[in-house]
């Protein structure tokens, strides 16, 4: 670097920055992992809990249970997404116009005290009470990835979007792969199926006061950044952002009629279909169909998991190669998608055919079929940054409001038409469907989906173009 480049020094330091060593960005997105690590813990722990609060033979029988059939469960797994569903967009807005990193402290710390009233609500309150725990959780939890995406949009520079957006987002996987099978082992051990709930939730406060202390909106407002990591990521970022009375003003109908959100939408409501109907219904597939126990149940249910999380690394590290030489983004984030979405639905078509006298193979196909999915990561769900960073957050809130939706309906949709819990044809109706949602929803994120920072994403350019309806494409 020569002499008369004006800033010789400060762009070696920037480019030391960059060059991977870590900073106070890198403990950010790991406090963002865990934090999606124990909002999962919270999510699905439910998942194996509920098989055992059903019928304690199938676990540790000394402890009670309450004998709901597959319908009652499937509503108390979908309970946590009534309220979950209600408080998105408000929490995306809130996080924008305030602090993602209260909120997100805030909410999980109220979210764990429901998880920690969950036993006594089953014991005196039976089905409704544990509803209403639920719903809370959701309530509460509702903020969990529109403040991720939020502080996401803050601290990660482009070149590294899809690693560390990745990191972040796997640990929703790492949290599964862990919670399921210490929620067999729990629900089958002495303590039984009320620890599951007294573990996570005491977890999820901790995390939350720790947030709370450690966590930090802007790289600018934290107090032990270096001058050198703080400007990397700013000029990164190009954060010249206009002023706090423009930010204020989100363009809702610019967001509302661009096309790209739009694809947005229907690809995360596809994701949430397939993901959540395996997530919420396959301890109790392999349980009823598959005949394992609650121990063996709660290992190979998280064996899927394992998967999506260990190719997350991957395939990000790849999207990001790719972009490096040249590929476009948007055809990098489709192919991710792609993978993610249709590998999972010819797996789901395959997974129906397969004979139930042979678990193996239908574990496996399970484990590709979520497996695979990884790639949703670096498909969709970064996507909302690519389009607009400044409204990143509030994006991922509406997405997520409608997708969430998907998420209450799906195992309810299961509940009915899985009558016969052992029935191996209802069963493949499930899988059929579910890979169908799949193959649609990828196919419009391929046809309109983008990856270009849309017009509206500066309110100077919202205001002089208030008159337009769609964005350019």
Known sequence: MTASKEGGAGDDATDNVSSGKLGIRHLQVLLLFL???????LRVGMSVAVVAMSNSTTANPDFEDYGWSLSERSKILS???????????????????????????????????????????????????VCVCRVGMGLCQGCLLPCVHTLLSKWVPPSERARMGTFAYAGAQFGTVVALPICGVLAASKIGWPSIFYIFGATAVLWAIGFFFFGSDTPSTHPSISEEERKYIENSLQTASPDSEEKLRTPWKQIFTSAPMWALIIAHCGQNWGYWTLLTEMPTYLNSVLHFNIEENGGISALPYLAMWILSFPVSWLSDYALKKGVSRAIARKVCNTIAHWGPAIALVTLGLVPTEEPFWAVLILVVAVGLNAGSLCGFQINHIDLSPNYAGTMMSITNCLASVIAIIAPLICGEIVVELDSRYQWSIVFYISAGVYFVGNLIFLIWGKAEVQWWNDPKSVNKNVGMILAPI
């Open 35 to 41: 934090g999606m690590v124990i909002g999962y813990f």
């Open 79 to 129: 309970s946590f997404f009534w309220g979950y569903t209600v408080m998105q967009v408000p929490s995306g807005y809130i996080a924008g116009i305030w602090s993602a990193q209260k909120l997100l402290s805030i909410g999980m710390f109220i979210c764990g005290v429901f998880t920690l009233l969950t036993h006594l609500a089953a014991h005196y309150g039976n089905l409704i009470a």
